[in-house]
Nanobody
């Protein structure tokens, strides 16, 4: 069973930056689709970005486009989410996700993904 562990969350001021990391407990993420979701209090989980199983450039939700950058660090077997120009609306628990199926078109819908991390809290203060 693939387990994902996020790190890097915390408290940051409005307009600041944070860098989230996601690492698997075992296995290499090279052969998985990977993504990031978030959930704010009282709201549904929201897809932020993902990279398909075959690699390629990340896809972003409109809410974070131009401010967040997702990447794979193959050398360290991690997935990175660099978040800049943070807004109050970015306050949420952030989850790393992975998908193992070659036959699933993984995207920004939560139902599609196979594995979830435990989440890391990001709080943006004004």
């Amino acid at each position: 069973q693939l387990q994902l562990v996020e790190s890097g969350g915390g408290l940051v001021q409005l307009g600041g930056s944070l860098r989230l990391s996601c690492a698997p407990s075992e296995f290499t993420l090279d052969y998985y689709a990977v993504g990031w979701f978030r959930q704010a209090p009282g709201k549904e989980r929201e897809g932020i970005s993902y990279i398909s199983m075959g690699g390629g450039i990340p896809t972003y939700a409109e809410a974070v486009k131009g401010r967040f950058t997702m990447s794979r660090d193959y050398a360290n077997n991690t997935v990175i989410l660099q978040m800049n120009s943070l807004e109050a609306e970015d306050t949420a628990v952030y989850y790393c996700v992975a998908g193992a199926s070659r036959y699933t078109d993984y995207g920004l819908s939560a139902d599609e993904w196979d594995y979830w991390g435990q989440g890391t809290q990001v709080t943006v203060s004004s």
